[in-house]
Each structure stands twice: as C-alpha cells, then as structure tokens.
C-alpha cells in the first residue's frame, strides 16, 4: 500500500471538513434545551389527583431550557412538542457534526504544526 503525503492528508481532512460543514448547513431550525411530558398534582384535596391510587393531571407537554442564564420552562401544544422535539434533535445533530468536526481539524492542526517544526 503507498504512503500518502502530507498534502494528501491534509486534502482529505479538508474534505471531511467541508463535508461535516454542510451537512450542518442543511440541518433547519434549532432549539436548545429538552422537551418532555409531564403529569402533574394539584392542591385540592378532593381532586382525583390526590385519591388512592392517585389519577395526575396529564400528560402535559413541556419545553425547557437556559435563556440568559435563566431556566424557561413552557408549556406547549401537542404540535409545538413535535416541533420542539424536531428543532432540539437538530441542535443536538449540529452538535455531533461540530465535535466530528473538531476532531478532524485537531489531527490537520498537528500535522500543520508538526511540518512546521520539521519544515
């Protein structure tokens, strides 16, 4: 098997790079944070709520997240979840793509900087 050079390598780092980049370009809408369903319990003491065995209030779709150092919480819609559930799929996707990304371009910068110390 033949040895790439230098320059091979780093062409093909490159391409993975620019590779990872759009498919990053092409993920749509983000949102940070989770969404889950709650159930929940309420303080009059005769809702069913509260009997034996207890009946929640639910499900409750719910939205949550770091705004400015805050934690926001909302509560959504059947389709504001399913969108909300699509926007932080998309977040965590560009994610994975941006630490692949890192990685690729850690082993181009210790190629870069090993030539330079050798070149």
């Keep these: 098997m033949a040895r790439t050079t230098v ?3 780093l062409a093909e780092y490159d391409r993975r790079h620019r590779e990872l980049a759009a498919q990053i370009a092409e993920i749509g809408i983000v949102a940070a944070g989770s969404v889950t369903r ?3 319990r309420c303080a009059s003491a005769g809702c069913r709520c509260n009997a034996e065995p207890p009946a929640p209030h639910g499900p409750y779709w ?3 997240a770091k705004v400015n150092g805050k934690t926001v919480t909302k509560r ?4 504001e979840a399913q969108l909300y559930q699509e926007w932080v799929g998309n977040d965590r996707r560009i994610r994975a793509l941006l630490d692949q990304i890192r990685t690729v371009d850690a082993k181009a ?3 870069l900087l090993k030539e330079s110390v050798n070149g």
């Design 62 to 64: 719910q939205w949550t």
């Design 109 to 111: 910068a210790e190629l």
């Design 38 to 40: 709650r159930y929940t």
């Design 76 to 79: 959504l819609t059947d389709r």
């Design 7 to 9: 320059e091979e390598r």
